[in-house]
């Protein structure tokens, strides 16, 4: 059984995004006999290659997407190399989980509420500071070149990259590495570049491709942050297949070919910088340089990251003040007036909605926990990688959701599959999954063997020494992976729309419906609704433990 | 990939499923109804709208015994979506979504894919209050013949509104818009067409403004699109550098639009819901300073209808929400300002005395226009022109 958990991971993710990505390949050539396209042609390209702006909208989406992996990941590495266990750095790491947990569309209204002309700061500066009466007529906010969405991507994505570097960090000594290099001489932010970073990048690669892939192709965040004349690729193909015009669907799919195109040339692109910056990095370790500018590396860590915790927490708090306003207007710092109505309103709405997505949640999540931990246990008993196949979990991550998922709900319902939990459930866990991996992966590898050699001498079987040995032990990398799959699984909306028919309401569904209808003050509720959901999760996981380790000091320090 | 496509054929080429066939008779498809769960997949974005929908789900059940669930939607494309990758799938009879409410470019799509079930309105008892024989508003959408396969639920008409408190004398026509913005540059935008509101914008101006209108109510082929659409173009490249953030961006719909003006960044805006502005104001969204209005020379309007999916699980049930929706009750619950606003569709000659008071006793709202006021409706133009236009405009003014 254990034997065959690796395979079943990669069956059950492999399966749908190829073959979901298959079925958009017809379409795109002009074959789709349901809308009428008989013959095989290459007309939707070439009425592509002729949409206004089609090489601008392809350049914003390449451009933002490394500009903005590259910035979050040096403003991550820049924090890494300051850390010192000072306040600060605990307080920031205690806000990753409730930042990770926020929705990315949540995430960006609440920031494009703080940055537009007419947003949070300016009303906080305004008319005192700026003189202005009425906002001014700034391109803020959608500017053409795309960097209000990526500086909107380089903010949420921080949390994840720190996530996962602090993860691979203690399997490094990075202290000791640091001290190393202290004793030769080196500053200490300069030593842990030279000593620590070239050791953590692979560590953390995978998920840096994520990233990349991501903000390559996002959809939510381009909408509300991106330019919009014309629109990033992705944000273009959404808007065609939700065309009236059904023969739009052609040039639909041949978009998400294009889209799928292009995440894979920035992922290749970056993989070619890697080489080159690695090389450079090399030259300058090796060149043994005592850089004297530490102090400008520590200022720039600090700084910058202290900016990029405190814009998303500003965004939350000002979608929570949205929440309950009255009447707001520029240049008012505050509402007028308070009101819970919004809150009252919603409320009748919530439950059912609530429940059905902790419900899907926590399947998602249980399942994908179970699942990856039978593969790793599955690695450890045979001592090497079970398969090298397991690299293709990062497929559903690394091809635009846009491209497979029209093509999944035709697959479910070739199958005969009416919509139904189960298929949003699976549809969730190609998400959940990657990610729970990937959070999974090093603390189990790096669990000391020796434990359960010692339960096995002490006649354990197996099996026994798995559940009563390390999984103890791993009690809480296991419940911060389920809290993690838990946010993934909650944020998602078109795999829940689209599979459960519209039958499956869950928040998130609710929340862009009615985020649709642009009332600021009911997204305010629904992102808070949105962001609390999943936050339940991180609390138990750091609560679970804690209670049931209560009684044994020597389990608390794991 | 071979046999995909194998499949794809296979399943294509079923026989059309069976069961559940609709009856002729209307008590009989009544008495069908009983107990069927109806999947009705509208628009979500506005509450006033939801709480429509919640109000009319609570009769029917009390009513027929039909379970009503409002499948909230952020785009109607999502619906269209599901139908299709059904047929594509080969789900002939099971289909998810069993009501749709439309609009008329989509209904003319999903007619032309011969995706829709019907034709059915006939049948519904509640049809004929809308004197289809006088009232070609609710026989054709966008000048496409309804033929029986949507049902008319309510009307709508393009209103402008501007803010008392930051301008005074708001346009009545395109011209007077153009020496307006010209005067108060930055505080007027419209949505980026395709989408809907934006491109109506379009058509509101090119009515206005071209010499050929009757050019308009054909199909788009048959006319010189060029010569007619010159002077549209020659007005937006004069409106647009007055236009909020000089137009090199465009708000996404109409609800940002209000959003704006709620933030003051603009001072006019319009809306295709007459009651957008009342409601917006009782909602905190809008200042009580802002006022709506129609063009001197009148504002397009249209119906908005309700299909069914050709392979909607539940019809009969789907048949009897429409009709009950169509119903002097939920027509007059429905125009009421505190609730959703729109405008019946039924015909007053056709209702009797106690049935009429119903509509005479609602308030008129605050903020919003008067029935009398939205008399003058122009048609909307023939559907193909929406695409040429939309088509036009991304050529002209995107990606540059």
């Known amino acids: 059984m254990l034997r065959l ?7 059950s993710l492999v399966l749908p995004v190829v073959g979901g990505t298959l079925l958009t390949v017809p379409p795109a050539f002009g074959y789709l006999p349901v809308l009428g396209g008989d013959d095989w042609s290459f007309r939707p390209w070439l009425e592509l290659a002729e949409t206004p702006g089609i090489l601008r909208s392809v350049a914003v989406s390449f451009g933002s997407g490394l500009l903005a992996t590259g910035l979050a990941l040096i403003i991550v590495f820049l924090f890494l190399s300051t850390i010192a266990n000072t306040r600060f750095d605990r307080w920031i790491q205690r806000l990753i989980s409730p930042l990770l947990s926020i929705p990315h569309a949540a995430a960006a209204f609440g920031f494009a509420f703080l940055i537009a002309p007419s947003g949070l700061l300016l009303r906080w500066l305004s008319p005192s500071l700026t003189g202005f009466e009425r ?3 700034w391109l803020l906010l959608n500017d053409p070149f795309g960097v209000s969405l990526i500086s909107g991507l380089v903010v949420k994505e921080i949390p994840f990259l720190l996530l996962v570097s602090l993860a691979g960090l203690p399997q490094l000594n990075a202290g000791q590495r640091v001290m190393l290099a202290r004793s030769l001489g080196y500053l200490p932010r300069v030593a842990w570049f030279k000593a620590v970073a070239p050791a953590l990048y692979p560590l953390i690669r995978l998920p840096v491709y994520a990233v990349l892939a991501f903000a390559t192709s996002t959809v939510d965040v381009a909408m509300i942050l991106g330019p919009n004349l014309p629109s990033t690729l992705s944000v273009q193909v959404v808007h065609w297949f939700n065309d009236p015009d059904l023969t739009r669907r052609f040039l639909a799919s041949a978009g998400a070919l294009l889209q799928l195109l292009v995440t894979a040339s920035a992922l290749s692109v970056w993989w070619g910088l890697e080489k080159l910056i690695g090389k450079g990095f090399n030259a300058w370790v090796a060149g043994g340089n005592r850089q004297r500018s530490d102090g400008t590396l520590w200022l720039a860590g600090r700084g910058l990251m202290l900016i ?5 927490v500003l965004g939350l708090f000002a979608l929570a003040l949205n929440s309950v306003a009255g009447f707001w207007r520029f240049p008012d710092a505050w509402p007028g007036s308070v009101t819970l109505s919004h809150w009252l309103q919603a409320l009748p709405d919530l439950a059912r909605p609530f429940w059905m997505t902790m419900v899907i949640a ?3 999540s249980v399942l994908a926990v179970a699942m990856v931990l039978a593969a790793l246990e599955h690695e450890q008993r ?10 293709l979990l990062y497929l559903p991550l690394l091809v635009p959701q846009v491209g497979f998922l029209s093509g999944i709900t035709v697959l479910s319902q070739m199958a005969g599959q009416a919509p139904a939990l189960w298929v949003v459930v699976w549809a969730h866990l190609l998400f959940v999954l990657p990610y729970v991996y990937l959070t999974l992966v090093e603390p189990y590898r790096r669990f000391d063997f020796r434990w359960v050699i010692l339960g096995r001498s002490l006649g354990l079987s197996v099996n026994q020494a798995f559940w009563r040995i390390r999984l103890p032990m791993m009690l809480r990398p296991v419940l911060t992976a389920m809290a993690l799959g838990v946010a993934i699984s909650v944020s998602q909306y078109l795999p829940t729309q689209m599979l459960g028919g519209g039958r499956i309401v869950t928040v998130t569904t609710e929340a862009v419906a009615l985020s649709s209808g642009g009332d600021r003050r009911l997204i305010g509720v629904w992102a808070m609704v949105q962001a609390i959901t999943p936050f339940i999760g991180f609390v138990l996981a750091l609560l679970i433990p804690r209670l049931l380790w209560k009684e044994r000091r020597g389990m608390q320090a794991l | 990939m071979k046999s995909t496509l194998l499949a794809l054929s296979v399943s294509l080429a079923l026989p059309l499923g069976s069961h559940a066939a609709v009856s002729d008779e209307w008590p009989a498809i009544v008495e069908q109804a009983r107990g069927q769960t109806v999947y009705f997949n509208a628009w979500g974005g506005e509450s006033n709208t939801n709480n429509t929908i919640r109000w009319a789900a609570g009769q029917v059940e009390e009513r027929y015994g039909i379970d009503l669930v409002h499948v909230k939607l952020g785009d109607t494309a999502e619906a269209v979506s599901r139908v299709v990758a059904e047929k594509q799938g080969g789900n002939t009879s099971e289909g998810a979504v069993d009501l749709i409410w439309v609009n008329g470019e989509n209904f003319a799509t999903l007619k032309e894919a011969g995706l829709l079930f019907g034709p059915w309105v006939g049948q519904l008892p509640n049809f004929s209050l809308t004197d289809p024989e006088n009232n070609p508003a609710v026989t054709t959408d966008f000048t496409v013949p309804v033929e029986g396969m949507e049902a008319p639920w309510g009307k709508a008409q393009v209103v402008f509104y501007y803010d008392k ?3 005074d004398n708001p346009p009545g026509s395109m011209p007077e818009l153009l020496e307006w913005a010209q005067e108060n540059p930055g505080e007027f935008s419209y949505p980026k067409p395709p989408q809907f509101l934006g491109t109506t914008f379009l058509k509101q101006a090119l009515i206005e403004l071209t010499d050929d209108g009757n050019a308009l109510y054909g199909p788009v082929a048959e006319s010189d699109f060029a010569a007619v659409t010159a002077p549209l173009w020659n007005f937006l490249d004069q409106l647009h550098p007055h236009l909020w953030r000089s137009a090199r961006n465009f708000p996404d719909n109409g609800p940002s639009l209000r959003r704006l003006m709620g933030d003051g960044e603009l001072s006019l805006a319009f809306s295709f819901w007459p009651a957008e502005v009342p409601a917006a104001i009782a909602n905190n969204e809008l200042p009580p300073t802002v006022e709506s209005y129609v063009l001197d020379g009148g504002t397009i309007g249209n119906v908005s209808f309700l299909a069914i999916p050709f392979n909607a699980q539940h019809k009969s049930a789907a048949m009897v929400v429409a009709n009950f929706l169509l119903s002097p009750e939920a027509q007059a619950y429905a125009q009421h300002p505190d609730n959703w606003g729109f405008l019946t569709v039924l015909s007053m000659d056709q209702l009797d005395a106690e049935q009429k008071a119903l509509f005479e006793a609602l308030p008129s709202p605050k903020g919003g226009v008067t029935p009398a006021e ?9 559907a ?14 995107s990606g540059n």
């Open chain 1, 382 to 391: 045979l001592n090497r990688p079970a398969t090298r196949a397991l690299w």
């Open chain 2, 384 to 397: 193909s022109w929406v695409e040429a236009l939309e088509t036009a405009w991304l050529e002209r003014y």
């Open chain 2, 165 to 167: 408190s930051l301008t």
């Open chain 1, 135 to 137: 906002p001014p007529d």
């Open chain 1, 5 to 11: 958990a690796p395979w079943i991971i990669v069956l």
């Open chain 1, 362 to 364: 926590t399947a998602a």
């Open chain 1, 308 to 312: 990029a915790t405190l814009l998303p």
């Open chain 2, 374 to 382: 939205l008399q003058q409706v122009v048609e909307e133009p023939h």
